[in-house]
């Protein structure tokens, strides 16, 4: 079973930066992500890392935020540039496991951190 636990969330205001980590724990891990969730909004991708190194990041992040892996601490870490009011979500970590002895994938998630930008 895979354990993800997320940190490095805070207030901030506009324009600064922020960076969040989350540690992971488990086997079989295929890729690994960050969403997030604002108020009355759905939860939507921000940034995915594949097993093989690939990345994608939703519209909204990208050219701000950066999606690594550091496998020293086995940890994902998000690096959030240039942060906005509109960047204000719980955050959560994301990985995809497959089980032994089967084709379907599981999808776990971090209990989420919470980012706040405001003036």
């Known amino acids: 079973q895979v354990q993800l636990v997320e940190s490095g969330g805070g207030l901030v205001q506009p324009g600064e930066s922020l960076r969040l980590s989350c540690k992971v724990s488990?086997?079989?891990?295929?890729?690994r992500g960050w969403y997030r969730q604002a108020p009355g909004k759905q939860r939507e991708m921000v940034a995915t890392?594949?097993?093989?190194?690939?990345?994608e990041y939703g519209d909204s992040v990208l050219g701000r935020f950066t999606i690594s892996r550091d496998y020293a601490r086995n940890t994902v870490d998000l690096q959030m540039n240039s942060l906005k009011p509109e960047d204000t979500a719980t955050y959560y970590c994301?990985?995809?496991?497959?089980?032994?002895?089967?084709?379907?994938?599981?999808?776990?998630w971090g209990q989420g951190t919470q980012v706040t930008v405001s003036t």
């Open positions: 488990g086997s079989k891990i295929i890729s």
């Open positions: 890392l594949g097993g093989a190194g690939s990345t």
């Open positions: 994301q990985a995809i496991a497959v089980p032994d002895g089967g084709i379907k994938r599981t999808t776990y």
